[in-house]
């Protein structure tokens, strides 16, 4: 069983800053990795994502501020979030897709249990 373990999350004033890091416990392959959060809709939406040619998508609202890196070698991910604003207080989640899955996976949030795993969520809460 494919596991993902999220840390990092915690409660920060505006303007502060929270890293938050993801590992996949599956080291037998790449994966593809991207941070995602539901942002007050019903399914939840990209953040910061590493594709699987290695290109990086932003959500608009965080461009600027957040930055994703990863170490594919070893299937982890961060997300470093500066000048943190009380909209995004949220739960953050990680996930993973196979690195064969094809690019762009990351729009296919609903179906994503289908052909990759959800870490559980780490909490990220920004007072004013």
């Known amino acids: 069983q494919v596991q993902l373990v999220e840390s990092g999350g915690g409660s920060v004033q505006a303007g502060g800053s929270l890293r938050l890091s993801c590992e996949v416990s599956d080291t037998s392959m790449r994966y593809c990795m991207g941070w995602f959060r539901r942002a007050g809709g019903e399914e939840r939406e990209a953040v910061a994502v590493?594709?699987?040619?290695?290109?990086?998508t932003y959500a608009e609202a965080v461009k600027g501020r957040f930055t994703v890196s990863g170490d594919s070698a070893k299937n982890t991910l961060h997300l470093q979030m500066d000048d943190l604003k009380p909209e995004d207080t949220d739960m953050y989640y990680c996930a993973a897709v196979p690195a064969a899955v094809p690019n762009g996976w990351w729009r296919h949030t609903r179906q994503l249990p289908r052909f990759g795993y959800w870490g559980q969520g780490t909490q990220v809460t920004v007072s004013s």
């Open positions: 590493i594709d699987c040619d290695l290109s990086t």
